[in-house]
């Protein structure tokens, strides 16, 4: 492994225009993700952590050019070839994708009803002509859905024919059957039954030992996220508000919101009842962010500072950046309390 | 309870594989089968469109004034029989009518029946000349030895009425046809690009297509009607009818299209073969059009309907086909006088069929729609 | 505490075009007044038409069996839910003793009518207040529950709130006509775990408030272990493990709870690799006879458990698993 990540993002910021707004005027826009710095090292399970809104899902979009990137440079080098992203030719776009795949979140709505499993596994070597074939195709096909546990004498059925985890199995094939390198999995064990998630998440994991991958999953399920990540960004209304090791986060975050995110899981303890600490409040429209920190309206250690002044992602240990203006005195006074 | 279960869980594993492996097409049909209204719809379509289809065969006449009966105008239906009072026939036989108008009858054409004057009925004889697909024939399914057999009876021209029916079926499915087509494919074109493409071009087509939505349907056909050259051939007549239909239909259509590829383009299995780099044409081809093809089937089925519906209405009032050709509106047109209502009741005949025609396409399309829609499913 | 609710022997089937489905086998709870039961399953377990089935929810092509018997006990005397069949018999259950609340706040609410308008009309057809009272009380509950500003909020349309209002409105107009018995179909399943946290302290303190029996519908173990007094777990359709939200949650007794246990994710132990539960969930077509967990079990036991559905046995007082490993009989463990 190179010390170069796989992936390195510079002031990504993603905006959306919307429908409507004065006549005269700036068009409102949607700041989906704003001024986000990444590194994301080869062979890594990154984590993106968020709510609903918080831009998790657009950022993994940009990344695989299937959203606008407004402003920023994004860095690919996977030590063949290197792409800047946001400037991609369409040839270079066209092997960018063989390199860079989605798995999505709904394993119902992935898969076109209308084709067998086989062709849906097919569909991205067909389109990309990766192979010369259809023996190499198919042998290509039955390779990997060996590889994701798939039975091969399904893959004649349609998709309507398999459970949850049965497709989201298909749809992790279909995903890397091109040999990718990097792969965005945007929740994609959100949808699945707990006994099965289990089994996905450890699937995921053994393909990446096995591919050398580079993965980047996306959750809104910590508990998830801290058990297959080795590292794992937290965002908030578009913005990183902390980043840094998995095990570094769990043991001593950071950020307040991070520390509200992780005291929200409902604890498996009945005993435990109404020990968390609750947040107020909901996350604030990304049309119309608050000034300031954008956790401001929600948190309880906001100062007028606070609400003035945007805080910047900064690094506060070898891996661990966080952005807030007062993590220093609150991580000291926790420290005192707990003393 | 369990034993059920039991016997459930082993139910043959073939016919389970069947199902598993079924395409969508397949699925459909499945559940279409299960609908006893529209599997008969279906049967009664089939022999409907083969008859009309046939009709130059299966009808003993040309149903034009060159076939007409001159000694049987405004003649009663003649119902074939085995046996009267003279004694049974292995062959079906009909009596000679005979007409007569005289002081005695007040200046009226009566008919009388003579009922020891039989004509036995013949089969496969030859007759009038025709041409059906091509080749042309002069033998007919039945006829009867002597003089002419009625059916239905006939028209005041003594045009033969069954005859007329089936050639009528025949210019009514035809008119829909391409009534249905030139909509179709005016909708799919329209619909598709505006639905692909969205944003300004979707904008500016679905002002078109509103616009002509909302042209009054009747005094459009009015003025067209009246722009016809007195001159045109009963054919030209019939095509350039057959195109305002479609003209007029599309609009409905091209929406479903627009706002079915709206939603199917929003789908993640079509961002899925995006983001493997596939090109507008081969997501268009693989996913867009399968996706819809069912839609589109049973919308064309449903439509077909309002066609068949629209060419009667116009021939009804006097603006589509007229007399010499047959269309189910043409028929339907002559039974509006008292005299007929009073006097001449087999008039109505084609419009049993015409009935059983809508009814039947009505009752596919519905099957076709419930079969295709999982959602409108109540059991689910 | 006075029993609310008895269901007995509970059996459903769906006719479907594939074939006659088996939806809920056998099923035997009850609930008393003031006590939350978490109803736990993954999909295709029943859970859902297992709580339909009290309001006789269920569509048309539903068949229940001859020996199910639910049973409502109110303050005018027991209701026998399966004999009620016109709609104005169903009144006195649905949206009246029962309210039921879902896991998509926008399909409960009419999209064209105001919240405050569905509030009132519901009060109208089940209390005998007017409609300036009905308001009021609308009003009221709004607030109560959480919303800022209530009385504008009344006057909104559902597409207008963000989701965690729109389970607090839902909230609301579910308990405005003060039911014995309120169903929360994954009533956070759809929420942000901020929001989620926030949405069942509210339930809590309404039950405390209220004083109704709640059953609590979800798939999340850690939402039942914050919310519940007791816990059914369900499977395919058949209640396998029930008992006090402790015993089970720490003494699980039956393999498929343990299963379940052990493939959650805990923060505190991020070195253990997860253990799913082997295998997939059957198709409800393909119904496994005997034990229907037997097909995943890893404490399998051959030429029992894919022969004998196992019955109820007592773990202790209040805690019953039905698994062969518990019934003495076999003594094959």
Known sequence: MSDKPLISTRDLSVHFPLRGGGLFGPKPVVRAVEGVNIDIPKGHFFGIVGESGSGKTTLGRALLRAAPITRGDVDYDDGEVQYDLPNINDKELKDYRTRAQLIFQDPYAALSPRMTVRDIIAEPLEVMGLTKSKQETDERVREIAAKCRLNLEHLRRFPHAFSGGQRQRISIARALVSRPRFVVADESVAALDVSIQADVLNLLKEIQHEMGLTF?????DLSVVAHVCDHVAVMYLGRLVESAPT???????????????????????????????????EIPSPTNPPPGCKFQTRCRFAQDHCRKVEPKLEQSGSEHAVACHRWQELMESQALETT | MTDTTAINANADQGLKEAYFTAGQGQLIWTRFKKQKAAMVGVMVLVVLILSGLFAPFLTPYTPT???RDSGYQNGAPQIPKFWDENGFSARPFIYTPSRERSAATNFRWVTTVDRDARRYMTFFPKGDKYKLFGISGSRHLFGVDEGKIHLFGTDGGGKDIFSRTFHAINTSLAVGTIGVFIAFFMALIIGGISGYYGGWIDSILQMITDAVRTIPAIPLFMALSAFIPIEWSAEARFLFISMILGFIGWPTLARRVRTHLLTERNQEYVLAAQLCGASPSHIIRKHLLPSFTSYIIVDLVISFPYMVLSETALSFIGLGLKDPVNSLGVMLQSVTSADVLLNYQWYFIPVIFFITLVLAFVFVGDGLRDAADPYGDTKK | MSRLLDVNNLTLQFDTDEGRITAVDDVSFSLEAGEVMGLVGESGSGKSVTAKSIMKLNPGNAIYSDDTKVTLHLESGPVDVMSLNTSTELQVIRGGAISMIFQEPMASFAPAISIGDQMVEQLLIHTDMNSKRAKEV?????DRVGISDASTRFKQFAFELSGGMRQRAMIAMALS?????????EPTTALDVTIQAQVIDLMKDLVTEFGMGIIFITHDLGVIAQTADKVAVMYLGRLVEQGPVRDVLRNPSHPYTRGLLDALPNLDDLDTPLSPVPGDIPSPLERPPGCVFHTRCSEFIEGRCNVDTPVFSDINENHRAACHLHTPAGGAK
Do not use: V
Request: charged share 30%; glycine share 6%.
């Open chain 1, 216 to 220: 980047m999953f996306i959750s809104h």
């Open chain 1, 247 to 281: 095990r570094e986060l769990f043991a001593a975050p950071r950020h307040p919101y991070t520390k509200a995110l992780l005291s929200a899981i409902p604890s498996l303890d009945p005993d435990d009842r109404g020990k968390a600490e609750k947040l107020e409040g």
């Open chain 2, 65 to 67: 004034i060159a076939g």
């Open chain 3, 138 to 142: 609308s009003i009221e509950m709004l």
């Open chain 3, 177 to 185: 006509t003060k039911p014995k018995l309120l169903i929360a179909d």
